[in-house]
């Protein structure tokens, strides 16, 4: 099994930054893929972005390109959101995901592992 951790959420004001980590732990030999997904309030899940096991390949939704980076540190089994010019809209709680079959996808249920989300939440 993998056990995944978040951490980084907070309270901060349109325009800020936030970088959100997540450490994996178990077996994380079995790790490929990683990313993050997040949910608004009143909102169902959606899938924000995604980076392959070496971090040569990532996908970010449409509403996050250019303002959020997602990078790795395998060496340290960690995964990071790198949050930039926040909105309101971006308020929601954040779950690190991770999958062991390859697969670098956007669909949510494609992620095997969650993590139990960390808050973020901008205020206007």
């Not at 972005?49 to 340290?76: E, L, Q």
């Not at 779950?95 to 992620?111: F, H, N, P, Q, W």
Request: glycine share 10%; charged share 20%; proline share 2%.
């Amino acid at each position: 099994q993998v056990q995944l951790v978040e951490s980084g959420g907070g309270l901060v004001q349109a325009g800020d930054s936030l970088r959100l980590s997540c450490l994996a732990s178990g077996r994380t030999f079995s790790i490929s893929a990683m990313g993050w997904l997040r949910q608004a309030p009143g909102k169902e899940r959606e899938f924000v972005t995604a980076i392959s096991r070496r971090g040569d390949s990532t996908y970010y939704a449409d509403s996050v390109k250019g303002r959020f980076t997602i990078s790795r540190d395998n060496a340290k089994n960690t995964v990071y959101l790198q949050m930039n010019s926040l909105e309101p809209e971006d308020t929601a709680v954040y779950y690190c995901v991770a999958e062991s079959k390859g697969r670098l996808s956007t669909v949510i249920y494609d992620y095997e592992y969650w993590g139990q989300g960390t808050q973020v939440t901008v205020s206007s």
